[in-house]
C-alpha cells in the first residue's frame, strides 16, 4: 500500500470515527514516507498533503506542519504541480489561524517509526541495530527520543503506549 493511500484510508477511519485504525494507518504511511521523493513529485505532495490533513484532523498541528514544510520544499523545487500549490497554500492558511497551544505531540521521525515495531520484540538494543543495520547506540538514541516523545520512560512503557493507541 502507498503513503497516499494509507492517508486516505486515516482519513476516512477519522470520518468514521475510528481513530485507531486513523493512528494505524499514519504509523504505516509515515514508515513509507521515504518512498516518496523528488522522482514522482504529484504523487509525493499529494500523499504529504493527504498526511497533514489527517493529522489536522487529530489536532497534531506540530505533524501537520512538518509534512506541509515537506510538500512545500517538494513544490518549491516543482512549482508547476497542477492544483497542488493551491491546495497547499489553503492548509497553511488554516494552520496559520491554529494556536500554538492546540499542537499536539511531536511526530516521530521514519527512524524512530522503523524502531517502534521492533521495541516489543524480546530483541536486544544490538540485534535491533543489525536488522536496521545502524549500531546499537544509534538505536538507544532512537529509543530515548521515542521515550521522550511518547512520554515514557522505559521500553515497556512505550510498548504498553503504543498498545493502548492501537
Known amino acids: 500500500m502507498s503513503p ?9 477511519a477519522l470520518h468514521r470515527g475510528d481513530v485507531p485504525r486513523a493512528h494505524d494507518h499514519l504509523v504505516r504511511a509515515a514508515q513509507l514516507r521515504p518512498r516518496l521523493t523528488a522522482a514522482l513529485p504529484y504523487r509525493a505532495v499529494q500523499a504529504l498533503l493527504e498526511l497533514a490533513r ?30 497542488l500549490p493551491a491546495q497547499a497554500a489553503r492548509l497553511q492558511s488554516k494552520l496559520d ?9 511531536t511526530p516521530l521521525t ?6 517502534l515495531p521492533l521495541l516489543s520484540t524480546h ?34 512503557q512505550a510498548i504498553q503506549h503504543r498498545r493502548c493507541r492501537a
Open 123 to 156: 530483541l536486544t538494543f544490538r540485534e535491533i541495530g543489525e536488522r536496521l543495520y545502524i549500531s546499537r547506540h544509534t538505536v538507544k538514541s532512537h529509543a530515548l527520543s521515542v521515550y521522550r516523545k511518547l512520554g515514557v520512560s522505559s521500553r515497556s
Open 4 to 12: 497516499l493511500l494509507h492517508a486516505v484510508a486515516a482519513r476516512t
Open 54 to 83: 489527517a493529522q489536522l484532523a487529530l489536532t497534531d498541528v506540530a505533524g501537520a506542519r512538518a509534512l506541509l514544510r515537506e510538500a512545500q520544499y517538494l513544490l518549491h523545487q516543482r512549482p508547476r504541480l497542477g492544483t
Open 97 to 105: 489561524t491554529l494556536h500554538e497551544t492546540t499542537t499536539g505531540p
Open 110 to 115: 521514519t527512524a524512530e517509526l522503523r524502531l
